[in-house]
């Protein structure tokens, strides 16, 4: 369903700060028919393929240097490290590593990644992007680009692990054609454990900012390189990053691809899922078969919102966004909940 998928741009204030997260992965959620915010403003051509590259010999999980803009970020010293029903209460998992909860089942739900404001009424769990402080008093999803790399974040890429982008027979980088980002390659153990470094590293900020869960985005990023990479591996890597995010405490949250199999949902460690336009494509029940009631809607057209509240609307989470998820103020901004 991946290539049927609205997928969200997000569109948020740029700081020294933001450009920096944005520059590796953390900072934009996944666009449908819509070009990255920045190129907007700041058209860019698309990324070039470049001859295959000798495999780095360490894992750098700095941040590009902080720049106006994400655009061919430089490496850069380490950091540091709805007014319904009342929610069902949902049991926490418990590890030697860490404690962690999904969001609570059928909750007020607001999709905020396009940019923070206050919760509007009834809302108790929300899910913002990763450079965004956490809104007090209620359960936050943290959002960050996993499996893919972000637009601007090449030259970063290229320079400190050209290794683990994904490249074809001639050696040259695999772009994803729908949304002009370039592929990361999660194909081999060893590839998937250095991956989870980088990104752990981002989720560690998550964790540090009071947020309860992630929303690791492009799970379905294999089914759009060409036969390079498969949905085992995703799920592996998926696994590596869930074990990562549940030792700090975070729950993690399966980011569309209801083709998954309960048991492959499983295998990689979700908690949850949180579903784009289930209800237009007819998917809500595939993900309510692993989940139970411990899926959140978002939907972005009338017809599939009232579709998701008639269906779903006294178990889940569900809510009606504008397709840039955008902030009150906005003349595009939308948002009701069942």
Not at 70 to 78: D, G, I, N
């Amino acid at each position: 369903m991946a290539s049927k998928r609205r997928r969200i741009t997000v569109g948020v204030a740029v700081t020294a700060t933001v450009a920096v997260l944005l520059g590796v992965g953390i900072g934009t959620a996944n666009a449908g028919t819509r070009k990255p915010w920045w190129e907007r403003w700041n058209p860019k051509p698309r990324p070039v393929a470049s001859a295959s590259a000798t495999p780095s010999p360490s894992v750098t999980t700095a941040a590009p240097t902080a720049s106006p803009r994400p655009s061919a970020p430089a490496s850069a010293a380490p950091s540091p490290s709805r007014p319904a029903t009342a929610p069902s209460p949902t049991p926490s998992k418990t590890t030697s590593a860490g404690t962690w909860a999904p969001p609570p089942a059928n909750a007020g739900f607001d999709y905020q990644i396009g940019g923070a404001y206050a919760p509007p009424s009834g809302v108790t769990v929300v899910s913002r992007d990763s450079e965004v402080s956490p809104a007090a008093g209620i359960y936050n999803i943290c959002y960050i680009n996993a499996f893919q790399a972000q637009p601007g974040a090449e030259s970063w890429w290229k320079s400190n692990h050209p290794d683990l982008l994904l490249r074809d027979k001639n050696g040259e980088l695999v772009v994803d054609e729908d949304w002009d980002e370039l592929m990361l390659d999660f194909s081999t153990p060893a590839k998937r454990t250095a991956l989870t470094t980088i990104v752990g590293g981002w989720i560690d900020r998550c964790a540090a900012k009071g947020f309860k869960a992630i929303e690791p985005d492009n799970l379905d990023s294999y089914t759009r390189s060409n036969g390079l990479l498969t949905q085992a591996q995703a799920v592996e890597y998926a696994a590596s990053l869930s074990a990562y995010a549940h030792g700090k405490g975070l729950a993690v949250g399966q980011k569309n691809l209801a083709e998954l199999s309960t048991a492959a949902a499983k295998k990689a460690g979700f908690d949850f899922a949180v579903a784009e336009e289930c209800a237009v494509w007819n998917e809500c029940g595939a993900y309510t078969a692993t989940y139970g009631n411990n899926v959140i809607v978002i939907e972005y057209t009338q017809s599939g919102f009232t579709k998701a509240c008639t269906g779903f609307g006294g178990k889940l989470s569900v809510v009606l966004r504008d397709v840039d998820v955008t902030a009150p103020g906005s003349r595009t901004y939308v948002f009701k909940g069942c």
